[in-house]
């Protein structure tokens, strides 16, 4: 039974050792398009093996930053956002020449978004990925991304945004308005693009009219009536009064 064993062992050594042989012998165009191929199969854990291996085999190659990138771009996609960074920012500082920079920005940018957690927890990687997106707009001005990247930028600030509203709402849950006006005028204040400003707005102006500042709460429901979300509920609630004011 030992034997057996031993005989199995060494087949078992032999056949790793030949896989291995073959695939290290690959020349760089060929390892390249098996890499590449194992992507698009979305094969995705042979993948990061194959493009580990040019990068291994073929440091001098044309190949190397093409691999870089897709080696990040393979842990993206298998949502292991940690190790996309690392890969992303490794090309970025060691291939800054590299047709692949722009797209390692991008990407990396994406993986900051995707990794952070919910709006409820420490903001750090949502403020991270804007930060990634300003840098971006500064290195590649003319990017055909420029839109996306504006997309994204808005994207984590209404995340930001929801952060500080729902804060603002525990406060009037304990009863402490005063509070919870501080975070409502934070979003009126520094994320006014966001989806969230009117809900703030809305939320100010109830807690100003119940403290006598009527004047303060027509501004912000006047304001209001010129968002179409929020008109009806505007009027169904103060009607002909606010229109006289207007």
């Given amino acids: 039974m030992k034997k057996v064993f031993v005989i199995s062992l060494v087949l078992f050594v032999f056949i790793a050792c ?8 690959l020349d ?24 580990e291996r040019i990068l291994f085999y073929h ?3 044309e190949y ?14 298998q949502k292991d956002y940690d190790q996309a960074i690392v890969e992303f920012d490794y090309l970025i500082k060691n291939f800054p020449t590299s047709g692949f920079v ?8 994406k993986a900051y978004l995707e990794k952070a957690p919910g709006f409820e927890k420490d903001p750090t990687g949502i403020e991270n990925a804007i930060l990634f997106c300003d840098r971006f707009l500064t290195h590649f001005p003319n990017s055909k991304y420029t839109d996306e990247v504006k997309e994204m930028i808005l994207v984590a600030r209404n995340r930001l945004a929801k952060k500080e509203i729902e ?29 969230f400003s ?16 009527p004047d303060k709460a027509l501004k912000f429901y006047k304001e209001l009536l010129e968002d179409d979300k929020w008109r009806e509920k505007i009027m169904k609630e103060k009607g002909v009064e606010i229109l006289e004011e207007k």
């Fill in 64 to 77: 190397v930053d093409d691999a870089q990138y897709w080696l990040g771009r393979t842990y993206f996609e």
């Fill in 18 to 25: 030949g896989t291995k042989q073959t695939l290290s012998s």
């Fill in 167 to 195: 804060n603002g709402k525990i406060y009037l849950k304990l009863g402490e308005p005063k509070a919870a006006l501080l975070y409502f005028n934070y979003v009126i204040e520094t994320y006014p693009e966001t989806q």
């Fill in 102 to 109: 722009e797209e390692a920005y991008l990407f990396r940018i």
């Fill in 198 to 213: 009117s809900e703030a707005k809305y939320n100010a102006a109830r807690i100003l009219e119940k403290n006598g500042q």
């Fill in 28 to 51: 760089p165009d060929d390892a390249f398009e098996r890499a590449v191929s194992l992507f698009e199969q979305e094969d995705y854990s042979k993948a990061v093996l194959a493009f």
């Fill in 59 to 61: 440091p001098s190659s």
